[in-house]
C-alpha cells in the first residue's frame, strides 16, 4: 500500500499529525491519560486547485501550515493547563466560595480550547511582524552597516544589494539570528519538552514510512531527524534567498531620486514579496528531498544543512512522549482508512467523535 503523506507539529506535552483529510492533536494530560482532539481538514489546495501549481504551493502551505498550529497549541495548552484549573477551584471551595464563584474560578484558570478568527488573525499578524523584522529589515541593516564601515562609508549610505557578496553576509546574518534564537528557547524547560515530543514526532513518522508496527520499540530506534520537517523548511529559505536576491535586485530599477536610508528601507521592503516564490521553491527542495532514498548521495547533501539545524530543534524523547505521538498518527491513518489501531489509557474528546462521524460519511 502506498504511504500516506502524514506531516506533523510537536504541541504543549503532545502532538499534532495531519494527514490529507484529517488533524489530529494527542496530548498527554496532568493526570497521565492521552487526550485526543481529531477533526475533519480540507487543505485549501483541494477547495482552490489553482494554488496547487508550484511556487505557489509553498507559501500556502506554510501559512496553513501556521493557522493549524496555533490551534494546535491552543488545545494542548487548554489540556495542560486542566490541572490549574481544577487547583483553582479546589481553592475558591475552600474558600467557602458559592458554586457560581468555583466554577467561575475554575474557567478563569483555564484558557479556551480553541483560538478565535479575530485571535488568529492577531497571532499570525504578530508572527509576521516579527519575523519580517528579524530575517529582513534586521539582517538588511546590519549588512549594510558592516559593508559600509569595511569601506570606510557613512552607515547611512544604501546597501550595494547589486553585490552577491552583500546578500551572502545578510543570509549569515539570517542564519545567526535563528540559531541564537534557537539556542535562547531550547534552554527553557517547556520549549526542551516540545523539542522532545518533536523528536518524537519525527521518529513515529519514520517507523510508519517503513512499514512498520507502529509501536514504541520501533519508533524509538529511528532518527530525530526528518528530511521532510518545517526546521529543513526555514533553512532552504534562508539558503535559497542568497542566491534569489543576488540574481533578481541587479534587475529591478530603484528610483534615482532615492538614497540613503530611505533606499535601504526600499530595498528591504521589496524582500517582503519576493519571499513567496522564495518559500515556494524551499517547499519544492523539500518535497523532493523527502521522496528521494534515505541512501542516496543527493539526499545526503539536500539534508545536511536540516539536520545540522534539527539537532537543535530536536531532543530525544521518552517512552511516554513517543507514545502520544504514536497515538497521534494512529488515529489520523485510522481516520484516512490506513489503520485499525486500539488504544489505551487514551479520552476521546465528544468533538473528536463527531468528528470522527463526519469523516466517515
Known amino acids: 500500500m502506498k504511504k500516506l503523506d502524514v506531516g506533523g507539529q510537536a504541541v504543549i506535552e503532545g502532538v499534532m499529525m495531519r494527514g490529507p483529510d484529517s488533524m489530529v492533536i494527542a496530548v498527554r494530560s496532568p493526570d497521565g491519560s492521552i487526550v485526543v482532539k481529531d477533526d475533519r481538514w480540507v487543505p485549501i489546495v483541494k477547495r482552490f ?43 475558591a471551595k475552600a474558600a467557602g466560595k458559592s458554586d457560581e464563584e468555583v466554577e467561575k474560578a475554575r474557567s478563569d484558570a483555564k484558557p479556551s480550547e480553541t483560538l478565535t478568527a479575530g485571535a488568529i488573525a ?14 529582513i529589515y534586521l539582517p538588511h541593516a546590519a549588512a549594510a552597516a558592516i559593508v559600509n564601515l569595511a569601506n570606510g562609508l557613512p552607515l547611512t549610505t544604501e546597501a550595494p ?6 546578500h551572502g553576509i545578510v543570509g549569515v546574518i539570517k542564519m545567526m539570528v535563528f540559531v541564537t534564537y534557537i539556542l535562547l528557547i531550547r534552554r527553557m524547560p517547556d520549549i526542551k519538552r516540545v523539542f522532545q515530543y518533536h523528536g518524537a514526532e519525527h521518529k513515529s513518522i519514520h517507523a510508519y514510512e517503513a512499514g512498520e508496527e507502529l509501536t514504541v520499540e520501533n519508533a524509538r530506534r529511528w532518527p530525530t531527524f526528518h528530511p521532510r520537517c518545517g526546521t529543513s523548511f526555514l533553512v532552504f529559505v534562508i539558503i535559497i534567498s542568497i542566491g534569489f536576491f543576488a540574481g533578481v535586485f541587479p534587475l529591478i530599477p530603484f528610483p534615482p531620486e532615492l538614497a540613503g536610508w530611505k533606499l535601504n528601507v526600499l530595498q528591504a521592503s521589496i524582500k517582503i514579496p519576493l519571499m513567496i516564490p522564495i518559500a515556494g521553491i524551499s517547499y519544492e527542495v523539500i518535497k523532493y528531498a523527502g521522496k528521494l532514498p534515505k ?10 544543512p536540516g539536520a545540522l539545524m534539527q539537532k537543535l530543534t530536536t531532543i530525544e524523547p521518552d517512552d511516554d512522549q513517543l507514545e502520544v505521538a ?36
Not at 488515529?331 to 476521546?348: D, K, M
Open 295 to 304: 541512501a542516496s548521495s543527493a539526499m545526503r547533501w539536500l539534508s545536511w
Open 326 to 361: 504514536l497515538v497521534s498518527l494512529k488515529r489520523a491513518l485510522e481516520h484516512e482508512g490506513a489503520l485499525e489501531p486500539t488504544y489505551e489509557n487514551v479520552r476521546f474528546l465528544e468533538a473528536a467523535a463527531a468528528a470522527r462521524v463526519a469523516l466517515e460519511t
Open 161 to 166: 544589494v547589486e553585490s552577491a557578496a552583500f
Open 122 to 135: 492577531v497571532s499570525l499578524m504578530s508572527a509576521f511582524a516579527l519575523g519580517i523584522g528579524l530575517f
Open 49 to 91: 486547485p489553482i494554488l496547487k501549481l508550484p511556487l505557489i504551493r509553498g507559501a500556502v502551505v506554510l501559512l496553513e501550515s501556521m493557522i493549524n498550529g496555533m490551534q494546535a497549541l491552543s488545545f494542548s495548552a487548554s489540556i495542560a493547563m486542566d490541572e490549574e484549573a481544577e487547583e483553582a477551584a479546589r481553592e
